[in-house]
């Protein structure tokens, strides 16, 4: 379990939602085109039931009578036609708001729609679309609701998270990217990556790299990361016709928007790399206009639009945040409340795994390096380390990378999952690991990042 | 995050407490601080408030200023937690103010009513409803100041206004003079009944006064009319296939012509403009408004002779305005369509969605379409007639088809109605005649010889089910009759809906209800576990019912036995290849040819076994073969399967190698598919049902 120091969580963790709910269950009515705005705290839960008419939570349907349990979320369900819906538990603020921002990305949709429309009949690849805006502006929120409505348009939208401070069907610290042909999971943000069981919504296959630090600027590992999650996707898009003609949409860290003098490099980067077609900045007018006067009216014109920040939108408390990663990384090995996941403790000696870990302070020495493929720049990005007390608590990622390999293979490799290093005993030289699923230590090269932070306890 | 908002509101309140005189630099500095702190919207709103309702009087209008540069250089949150107590507000504010700055305040109010300059949200700075009601109570400030200024009753039928100048007299007035200090919100408030202190409270019947208000009212009515036609144009101009919509815009080009150059009399300028107001949306849910598109206006003086596409016959619904009136009076808190926007007047946004897509099969939204609709509208295929059988109050109907729409409510304004009573269902408004509303400089012509009135059929419910009724003037009036169309065009119409959004900034501020239906109505069929719609066609039947077959193979008792776990990510070449499976796609028929060895072939190589969990066993090789298994994704197992394998005592072979072995040795295959597959099958018989069966 994990235990947060004044979140309670410890406590609350094991069975969170089997505790029938003390408080009745209301009835909460919204006409046509409001939302009913929630924030539930990791140590309670909120059962939502729609009643009647139709409701939607960030683009994603309810289906009608089936309840659903929110645990840690800040939330909204919308409905365009009105709606009843029942709400049992206690959240932490509740309010109804005349007022939102999902006209605009219906809008979005829509014209993405017609784009796709297009690219379907023509075969030519479909929007590619960046999500860009300060921290806590809805980002994710908007690239949820559009990939939601693009599913329920019958699309396959690729999604692209480059945002280390939450995952998308993986870790934080990790940059993933997984078309969605089936439905979102409410509940749950994203859905699941494949587990061995029955999944009540159907999983999603995500591509994941293994980044490892906390901010965008941190390093040299983020844009030669890009460039390879860039390459894949690419090459995905050529091979699959449902996937092109949807084409993607990427979610990046509110850091990346902050820029330096109105320069960006990491969104040109971005830009450049994924051959984006359309911008959708969120809330900064600022990046707004210092976007739409480099690209607007350059030769391969770029769509940039703005679009307002949804009154919703809340600020999320770093303890919240880091709440939020910790539910995701628990979930990774523990499943969640509906699908229980058995991962799978075992011991390693300190000869069985090679980690790597990022250098403290390469990010100095390669600043300006430019090309990142260099070559003396490759030998300096990880270190090897010998398990310490050090990594305790740290993912590991596990990459296909072999520990031979030149550090850039290492660090584009894809990663195939994520150990959990729970002791590491130093006079027997052995670690104990908890791993998701039974089998051999992998052989391979793990990567330990800095990034997320050190999640205490989660075995035991 | 509430102290936060604490010490924000005490900031702003200090900042406003600065504010003595009417400083631009001060009130843009204001409404920064507003814009950087939306998030405490609500309490920045509620000092503002009290603020203006208790500073003293000379620095009220700055603060109100203020109010003015936050609505309209922000606008939501801003708009809706000050428009809630906009009325109070604005109304103890103007009670204690001076004559220069209450001129200065309607200045606000008018600009209230109309769009932010400059602003691509054609919606007004407030909705109307919150300025009309103020509007309607400064109206009758006025006319009763009038009235006590030159002390003489302009008209004999209220007598509350000589209450009000004999209160005037008394040395204690009654307790409801503290005027406006606590007025009664005109959406909450009860009709005051004789309680009327020397202003008048506002009440939400303006037809008490509409004598003296005859003049304000016109130049209202105008503004409304205009502003109606404004939005029709604009749902015109977004759906410009639709003849009602057209139909609709005609008559109003027509009214306001009437109103620019006749004078009617005040009792059907009530009537109208209850009418326009029933018609025009309600401002809090999104209203049709698009920055503005002039389709070419069609006018038809009220002169012109009448195209003589039918005659209606005078025995049309008759009306004595009159009587119709004083029936209505005595129900007013009923009849007054303000204090009940929203079933008195549905959205016009919704009804330009639903008339691509009447209600079909949309699960269950009946409570929040109050207005009659006539449902699914394949039951009634007569549109004419839908209206009143579900409307408020239709056993007090007694004409059995009361005008639906506007132009036939014009035309009964001023009809002679001297056989009125005589048809119950006036021939012209068959149906089955194309144009469903007579040209309506037809129906005025005939309308202008308004003559004595007969005993009239009519009451107050007539009015009210013309009310309710009118919104509706798109569907019945649409030529081809709802009724008799088949279901198909229901639901593929939204699919055809232009989809015209460009990529702009501009653009996505524009409020499109109508392509909405895309996400709903195009997809009626919605699966009642994880909410997926599907098409309403054969095609989408089947497919639900392969996802329901999905469901139920998920719904595995026996899963968390077996230790279930995360599954590693595939690598990077793998993902590239892999191919989104769609759980309702039929079973892939592309593999092998379709012959009967084939067919042996293709059943040996579906069968497959869950990778074991049992590490010898997951090492080792086919028994027969010695080749190793490869582990592969199943979506109908949602695991790592080994294809083409087969388990047999305890030991896993290749499913074909075990075939032609266990051919030789004439040992049964055993059944592979495993306990995940559930026994629940679609009824369409697909390949992998056949499969199932044959297993044995």
């Given at each position: 379990m994990i235990a947060l120091p004044g979140l309670n969580l410890g406590a609350q963790a094991p069975e969170p939602l089997n505790v029938p709910t003390t408080s009745a269950t209301r009835t909460q009515e919204l006409s046509a085109n409001t939302e009913y705005r929630f924030e539930v705290s990791f140590a309670r839960s909120l059962a939502i039931k729609l009643v009647t008419g139709t409701a939607e939570y960030f683009g994603t349907e309810l289906a009608p009578a089936t309840t659903y349990n929110f645990s840690g979320a800040k939330g909204a369900v919308f409905t365009w036609h009105g709606c009843k819906l029942e709400i049992g538990g206690e959240a932490e603020s509740e309010y109804v708001a005349e007022e939102t921002q999902m006209m605009s990305a219906a809008n979005a949709h829509f014209a993405l729609e017609a784009l796709r429309e297009r690219a379907h009949q023509t075969r030519d690849a479909g929007p590619r679309v960046l999500v860009v805006g300060p921290e806590n502006a809805g980002k994710t929120s908007l690239v949820k609701t559009l990939t939601a409505y693009a599913v329920k348009s019958g699309q396959q939208p690729m999604v692209v998270n480059l945002d280390p401070r939450q995952g998308m069907l993986s870790v934080p610290g990790s940059f993933t990217a997984a078309a969605f042909?089936?439905?979102?999971?409410?509940?749950?943000?994203?859905?699941?990556?494949?587990?061995?069981?029955?999944?009540?919504?159907?999983?999603?296959?995500?591509?994941?790299?293994?980044?490892?630090?906390?901010?965008?600027?941190?390093?040299?590992?983020?844009?030669?990361?890009?460039?390879?999650?860039?390459?894949?996707?690419?090459?995905?898009?050529?091979?699959?016709?449902?996937?092109?003609?949807?084409?993607?949409?990427?979610d990046t860290p509110g850091a990346v928007a902050q820029g330096r003098a109105g320069v960006y490099e990491n969104i040109e980067h971005i830009i450049s790399e994924f051959s984006v077609t359309t911008i959708l900045v969120l809330g900064s007018e600022r990046l707004y206009s210092d976007l739409s006067r480099k690209y607007s009216n350059s030769a391969d014109a770029i769509a940039v639009v703005r679009l307002d920040k949804s009154g919703g939108c809340v600020d999320r408390s770093d303890a919240y945040m880091k709440a939020l990663r910790h539910a995701q990384i628990r979930?990774?090995?523990?499943?969640?409340?509906?699908?229980?996941?058995?991962?799978?403790?075992?011991?390693?000696?300190?000869?069985?795994?090679?980690?790597?870990?990022?250098?403290?302070?390469?990010?100095?020495?390669?600043?300006?390096?430019?090309?990142?493929?260099?070559?003396?720049?490759?030998?300096?990005?990880?270190?090897?380390?010998?398990?310490?007390?050090?990594?305790?608590?740290?993912?590991?990622?596990?990459?296909?990378?072999?520990?031979?390999?030149?550090?850039?293979?290492?660090?584009?490799?894809?990663?195939?999952g994520y150990l959990y290093v729970a002791e590491v005993d130093e006079g027997k030289k052995r670690v104990k690991l908890l791993a998701p699923q039974p089998g051999q230590v992998p052989s391979t090269a793990v990567v330990c990042g800095r990034w997320p932070e050190d999640v205490a306890s989660l075995v035991g | 995050m509430s102290s936060i908002s604490d010490e924000v509101a005490a900031d702003f309140k200090d900042a406003l407490q600065d504010l003595k005189v009417n400083s631009r630099p001060e009130i843009s500095n204001l409404t920064l601080i507003a814009k950087e702190n939306t998030e405490h919207a609500q309490a920045i709103s509620t000092v503002l408030e009290n603020h203006i309702r208790t500073a003293r009087p000379e620095?009220?209008?700055?603060?109100?200023?203020?109010?003015?540069?936050?609505?309209?250089?922000?606008?939501?949150?801003?708009?809706?937690?000050?428009?809630?107590?906009?009325?109070?507000?604005?109304?103890?504010?103007?009670?204690?103010?001076?004559?220069?700055?209450?001129?200065?305040?309607?200045?606000?109010?008018r600009t209230w009513k109309q769009p932010v300059p400059e602003s691509m949200d054609s919606r007004p700075v407030f909705p109307l409803e919150m300025t009309s009601d103020i509007e309607n109570a400064l109206n009758k400030m006025r006319s009763v100041q009038a009235q006590m200024q030159s002390q003489r009753q302009v008209h004999a039928?209220?007598?509350?206004?000589?209450?009000?100048?004999?209160?005037?007299?008394?040395?204690?007035?009654?307790?409801?003079?503290?005027?406006?200090?606590?007025?009664?919100?005109?959406?909450?408030?009860?009709?005051?009944?004789?309680?009327?202190?020397?202003?008048?409270?506002?009440?939400?019947?303006?037809?008490?006064?509409?004598?003296?208000?005859?003049?304000?009212?016109?130049?209202?009515?105008?503004?409304?009319?205009?502003?109606?036609?404004?939005?029709?144009?604009?749902?015109?101009?977004?759906?410009?296939?639709?003849?009602?919509?057209?139909?609709?815009?005609?008559?109003?080009?027509?009214?306001?012509?009437?109103?620019?150059?006749?004078t009617l009399p005040p009792q059907q300028l009530e009537a109208v403009r209850n009418q326009i107001r029933a018609l025009a949306p309600p401002p809090a849910p999104t209203p049709v408004q698009m920055p503005a598109f002039i389709p070419p206006p069609i006018v038809h003086t009220p002169q012109q002779p009448p195209t003589p596409t039918f005659q209606p016959p005078a025995t049309a619904?008759?009306?004595?305005?009159?009587?119709?009136?004083?029936?209505?009076?005595?129900?007013?808190?009923?009849?007054?369509?303000?204090?009940?926007?929203?079933?008195?007047?549905?959205?016009?946004?919704?009804?330009?969605?639903?008339?691509?897509?009447?209600?079909?099969?949309?699960?269950?939204?009946?409570?929040?379409?109050?207005?009659?609709?006539?449902?699914?509208?394949?039951?009634?295929?007569?549109?004419?007639?839908?209206?009143?059988?579900?409307?408020?109050?239709?056993?007090?109907?007694?004409?059995?088809?009361?005008?639906?729409?506007?132009?036939?409510?014009?035309?009964?304004?001023?009809?002679?109605?001297?056989?009125?009573?005589?048809?119950?269902?006036?021939?012209?408004?068959?149906?089955?005649l194309p144009p469903q509303i007579p040209n309506l400089s037809q129906l005025l012509a005939q309308a202008q010889p308004a003559g004595a009135a007969p005993p009239p059929p009519n009451n107050a419910?007539?009015?009210?089910?013309?009310?309710?009724?009118?919104?509706?003037?798109?569907?019945?009036?649409?030529?081809?009759?709802?009724?008799?169309?088949?279901?198909?065009?229901?639901?593929?119409?939204?699919?055809?809906?232009?989809?015209?959004?460009?990529?702009?900034?501009?653009?996505?501020?524009?409020?499109?209800?109508?392509?909405?239906?895309?996400?709903?109505?195009?997809?009626?069929?919605?699966?009642?576990?994880?909410?997926?719609?599907?098409?309403?066609t054969s095609q989408g039947r089947e497919k639900k019912a392969r996802h329901m077959d999905w469901h139920f193979k998920m719904k595995d008792p026996d899963a968390a036995k077996r230790g279930v776990h995360r599954s590693w990510y595939f690598t990077e070449r793998e993902w590239i290849e892999y191919r989104e499976v769609d759980e309702t796609a039929p079973e892939d028929t592309t593999n092998g040819p379709s012959g009967a060895a084939g067919r042996v072939k293709k059943q040996a190589k579906d069968r497959y076994v869950l990778v074991p969990q049992d590490v010898t066993l997951a090492h080792a090789p086919c028994p027969i073969c010695q080749e190793n298994f490869e582990p592969q994704w199943s979506k109908d197992a949602n695991d790592f399967v080994w294809m083409d394998a087969v388990k047999v005592g305890g030991k896993i072979y290749h499913a074909t190698c075990w075939e032609e072995y266990s051919k030789g040795a004439g040992i049964a295959t055993p059944s592979t598919p495993d306990s995940v597959l559930g026994k629940r099958t679609a009824e369409t018989g697909t390949p992998a049902s056949g499969k199932k069966l044959r297993a044995f």
């Open positions: 042909s089936s439905i979102l999971d409410i509940e749950e943000g994203w859905g699941s990556s494949p587990i061995s069981g029955p999944s009540p919504t159907p999983v999603k296959m995500p591509l994941v790299y293994h980044y490892g630090l906390r901010d965008a600027e941190e390093g040299t590992v983020f844009r030669p990361l890009v460039t390879r999650m860039a390459l894949a996707v690419t090459s995905r898009l050529e091979e699959d016709p449902a996937s092109k003609s949807a084409g993607f949409i990427i979930a990774y090995f523990f499943g969640n409340s509906e699908a229980g996941l058995a991962p799978h403790s075992q011991s390693a000696g300190f000869d069985e795994l090679s980690i790597f870990r990022v250098k403290e302070g390469s990010d100095m020495q390669f600043n300006d390096g430019g090309d990142a493929y260099g070559g003396a720049a490759e030998d300096t990005i990880y270190e090897r380390v010998t398990p310490s007390s050090e990594i305790v608590n740290k993912l590991l990622a596990i990459t296909t990378a072999a520990p031979t390999d030149g550090h850039a293979s290492i660090r584009d490799a894809s990663v195939r | 620095w009220r209008l700055p603060s109100l200023y203020v109010l003015d540069s936050i609505v309209k250089n922000i606008g939501t949150p801003y708009t809706v937690y000050l428009g809630r107590g906009l009325y109070k507000t604005f109304m103890e504010a103007y009670s204690k103010v001076d004559q220069p700055t209450r001129k200065a305040m309607e200045g606000l109010l039928l209220p007598a509350r206004p000589v209450i009000a100048a004999a209160w005037r007299n008394t040395p204690t007035p009654p307790q409801n003079g503290a005027q406006f200090v606590a007025p009664v919100d005109p959406r909450a408030r009860q009709f005051p009944g004789q309680q009327f202190g020397q202003l008048p409270q506002p009440t939400p019947t303006p037809d008490q006064f509409s004598q003296p208000m005859g003049s304000v009212d016109l130049n209202e009515l105008k503004e409304e009319v205009g502003k109606l036609i404004a939005t029709t144009q604009q749902a015109f101009a977004l759906n410009f296939s639709d003849p009602s919509l057209q139909q609709k815009l005609n008559a109003l080009l027509q009214l306001k012509k009437m109103l620019d150059t006749q619904a008759p009306v004595n305005l009159a009587q119709m009136l004083a029936n209505f009076q005595s129900p007013p808190a009923v009849m007054n369509p303000s204090p009940a926007p929203a079933p008195a007047a549905p959205n016009l946004a919704d009804l330009i969605a639903r008339m691509t897509t009447p209600q079909s099969s949309t699960p269950n939204p009946a409570p929040f379409y109050p207005s009659p609709f006539p449902g699914p509208s394949g039951s009634t295929p007569v549109p004419a007639h839908p209206i009143p059988a579900s409307a408020p109050a239709p056993a007090a109907t007694p004409v059995p088809a009361p005008p639906t729409n506007l132009a036939q409510l014009l035309a009964s304004f001023n009809k002679p109605s001297a056989a009125a009573a005589a048809a119950p269902t006036p021939p012209p408004f068959n149906p089955a419910s007539w009015l009210l089910n013309a009310l309710s009724g009118l919104p509706n003037a798109g569907t019945p009036s649409n030529p081809t009759p709802l009724g008799s169309e088949p279901m198909t065009r229901q639901s593929s119409a939204p699919v055809n809906v232009h989809n015209d959004v460009e990529l702009t900034t501009a653009s996505m501020k524009q409020p499109r209800p109508h392509l909405i239906s895309r996400l709903y109505d195009a997809k009626p069929n919605i699966c009642t576990t994880c909410g997926r719609r599907f098409d309403a």
